[in-house]
């Protein structure tokens, strides 16, 4: 049962995610992008990823696109203007791109699927998941021993990304 | 899952709900009433024995009334939004545990909907998307003072959703797990032989900062300006009538319960009763005839109990703090949550983590 | 002359946690009062009634004497005091049987009416009045279904009302 609520879940997302690229409305689009998130966590959590399902609810829906949907709330914008013009070159290049972004994904995710070798050892299988106690051991085992260069240097770069933006605001006020 | 399972999911499904949706009309009552006789008043007493039937009696009165739709609104959107205030918060009570588990046959039925080995989070992440209806009526219904209700009410749950987490990851530290049973299980010991172990006695700074915290994400008074009755009609649901305001009052409770049961999983205990009763339970049990089965089964019950009360006594804060103090001013709202409550929450992390290195490491 | 109160904010007072207590004591308090010792301020309408003074100005009324026959001589007076313009008197000549006691009125009103929609309840009639016909009783349940109804007549103006009401 949970496969099929994979799959369907999997269909909204898919759907919610032409609503976001082609709903005039960018309050819809914001909405849709919402749902594709929360659509997301729930694909993940089906999965067994409680823990990245968690954070994509609480930080994707929870946080940034409620900074989103804010921002479009203050600014006030209405139904766009612009009609897409089927005769511009540059419409052509964005499906063609499209198409070949899709392509690439599909035959990857094709590739996976029918690989018989699924990883039967590593730290992100179900059966050491299991062994250690929960995707969180799991996981901050891994992100605080093995990976924690990377992480620190992941942190400092935020850090350094709010405070640059902190400063940009700064000398626009002043 | 067999059959067995399915059942006894679905048994306590219908039992959360029952107690969850059951609740909101005693304490839409105990709200009038208690506000009543805070201020001195009888309150509503008109209606059925003490009154009880008033909360029936506005039910009523919300079915009948008309059903409208602003012209200009967003008409999805505007239908949306109420289901969705409604829905958020009663998915969040999915990770919360209300009991440890009964004994039915020789399986144990745990009393928690889903066992989330990260629960907490579970929760908060239902909890966060009480923001969206909030900002979708708002917008939807097409009206200035929707507009800035929810202007304001998703920059304050926003904000104060800081402080929240930030309490949150002290208490944490202090458990170290995200597994809200586990949580109640280490709540259950004593604290230097008589006080019960919990969160509240451990990190009261914590305590304080989730509380305000709490008040300001169901926007409760004296947080309460999204609805600003004074100077925004009624702030986000301005342009709800009949039945899709009441589903808008029944989700602003829900949340609240929501709120409740969380706050007293972090730092009262949970369902744990007191450290001294279980002793009392065993020697009941026993008088009783009770096996270690039917002891169990007892003990459950108890515990689900002392949840409800528990769950009982934050509602009354709820009710009494409403009926206490003023409204802030937005300006003032604000600097509480950023330039108070943020500091403090990040100081008191600081200092539970320095403890827990000292005591642990 | 003002008085500068300077106050120095203690740190307890910067907390603002302790006054939050004392506010959360003083409803607690009242709650308790309330809900056990019953000391409300609250008046239980249809049951219980609210005491008005002795000179509680409310719907009118027109004395009658012992035969029934209305004290009110058609002088107008009223009705030329009355600063909302509410009363309307048509007189009559009066008929003899309606004189058993020798003092003669020689007027009646044949109409005498109040549209107490209009009426301010200032009481100028009633001081007005020589024959201490028109009168306020202390009646307040004034409520109607119709407008017709807040437009008292004659009829209804004798009904008996005992004492002021």
């Known amino acids: 049962m949970g496969e099929a609520v994979v799959h369907v879940l999997a269909a909204l997302a898919a759907f919610l995610g032409l609503f976001v690229v082609f709903a005039r409305n960018p309050f819809t689009c914001a909405f849709a992008l919402v749902g594709l998130m929360v659509c997301l966590g729930g694909i993940y959590g089906l999965i067994g990823a409680h823990f990245v399902a968690a954070l994509q609810v609480i930080v994707y829906a929870g946080a940034i696109m409620v900074l989103f949907v804010f921002a479009i709330m203050l600014m006030n914008l209405n139904e766009e203007e612009s009609e897409y013009s089927w005769g511009h070159w540059r419409t052509y290049a964005a499906l063609l791109l499209s198409a070949a972004v899709f392509l690439i994904l599909g035959s990857g995710v094709n590739a996976w699927l029918s690989d018989t070798r699924k990883p039967s050892s590593g730290v992100w299988t179900f059966d050491h998941v299991r062994e250690v106690g929960g995707n969180v051991v799991a996981l901050s085992g891994q992100l605080f021993s093995k990976d924690y260069i990377q992480f620190e240097i992941i942190s400092l770069l935020l850090l350094v990304a709010s405070v640059a933006a902190l400063i940009l605001a700064k000398r626009k006020v002043d | 899952m067999d059959l067995f399972e399915w059942i006894a999911l679905i048994l306590k499904l219908v039992f959360v709900l029952a107690a969850v949706l059951n609740t909101v009309p005693i304490v839409v009552w105990f709200e009038r009433r208690g506000s009543a006789w805070m201020q001195g008043r009888v309150g509503p007493n008109r209606v059925g024995p003490f009154g009880l039937m008033q909360p029936i009696a506005d039910v009523i009165k919300f079915i009948f009334k008309e059903d409208f739709v602003p012209e200009q609104a967003s008409k999805f959107f505007y239908h949306a939004a109420p289901v969705l205030a409604a829905v958020a918060p009663l998915a969040a009570f999915a990770a919360i545990p209300f009991g440890s588990y009964l004994i039915i046959g020789d399986r144990q039925v745990p009393l928690q909907i889903a066992q989330l080995d990260v629960g907490i989070l579970a929760a908060l992440a239902f909890a966060g998307l009480e923001v969206y209806p909030v900002m979708l009526s708002g917008w939807a219904s097409n009206n200035k003072y929707s507009t800035f209700g929810a202007l304001r009410g998703s920059s304050q749950m926003v904000s104060y959703e800081i402080g929240l987490g930030l309490a949150l990851v002290s208490m944490l530290m202090i458990y170290g797990t995200l597994d809200l049973n586990a949580m109640v299980k280490y709540q259950e010991q004593t604290l230097w032989g008589f006080l019960p172990s919990w969160g509240v006695f451990l990190n009261p700074v914590a305590f304080v900062i989730f509380l305000v915290a709490i008040f300001a994400e169901t926007n409760r008074l004296p947080f309460d300006l999204p609805e600003g009755d004074a100077e925004l009609v009624g702030g986000y649901h301005t342009e709800y009538g009949s039945t899709k305001f009441l589903m808008f009052f029944f989700a602003e409770y829900i949340a609240m319960i929501m709120a409740s049961s969380l706050l007293i999983t972090l730092f009262f205990g949970g369902y744990a009763p007191l450290p001294g009763m279980k002793a009392g339970v065993d020697v009941l049990a026993s008088a009783l005839g009770f096996g270690s089965v039917g002891t169990q089964n007892l003990w459950a019950v108890v515990q689900v109990l002392s949840m409800i009360f528990k769950v009982g006594c934050v509602m009354f804060f709820f009710v009494w703090v409403r009926w206490t103090f003023p409204r802030f001013r937005f300006d003032q709202l604000m600097d509480l949550g950023w330039k108070i409550l943020f500091p403090l929450a990040l100081i008191n992390l600081l200092v539970v983590a320095i403890f827990i290195a000292m005591l642990g490491g | 002359m003002a008085i500068i109160v300077s106050r120095k904010e203690?740190?307890?007072?910067?907390?603002?946690?302790?006054?939050?207590?004392?506010?959360?004591?003083?409803?607690?308090?009242?709650?308790?009062?309330?809900?056990?010792?019953?000391?409300?301020?609250?008046?239980?309408?249809?049951?219980?009634?609210?005491?008005?003074?002795?000179?509680?100005?409310?719907?009118?009324?027109?004395?009658?004497?012992?035969?029934?026959?209305?004290?009110?001589?058609?002088?107008?007076?009223?009705?030329?005091?009355?600063?909302?313009?509410?009363?309307?008197?048509?007189?009559?000549?009066?008929?003899?049987?309606?004189?058993?006691?020798?003092?003669?009125?020689?007027?009646?009103?044949?109409?005498?009416?109040?549209?107490?929609?209009?009426?301010?309840?200032?009481?100028?009639?009633?001081?007005?009045?020589?024959?201490?016909?028109?009168?306020?009783?202390?009646?307040?349940?004034?409520?109607?279904e119709t407008r017709a109804q807040a437009f008292y007549d004659l009829d209804h103006l004798k009904r008996e009302v005992k004492g002021r009401g």
């Open chain 3, 10 to 144: 203690r740190f307890l007072d910067k907390l603002y946690i302790p006054a939050l207590l004392v506010g959360l004591k003083v409803t607690f308090r009242r709650f308790f009062e309330s809900l056990f010792l019953g000391r409300t301020m609250t008046i239980q309408y249809p049951e219980q009634k609210r005491e008005y003074s002795q000179r509680f100005r409310g719907e009118h009324f027109i004395s009658v004497d012992a035969n029934k026959v209305e004290n009110c001589t058609s002088c107008y007076l009223c009705q030329t005091v009355c600063p909302a313009e509410c009363i309307t008197i048509i007189a009559e000549e009066r008929p003899n049987d309606q004189n058993p006691y020798g003092v003669r009125k020689e007027k009646r009103p044949v109409r005498f009416d109040i549209d107490a929609l209009r009426c301010c309840f200032c009481g100028f009639c009633e001081e007005a009045c020589p024959k201490d016909a028109i009168k306020l009783s202390r009646n307040y349940e004034m409520a109607v």
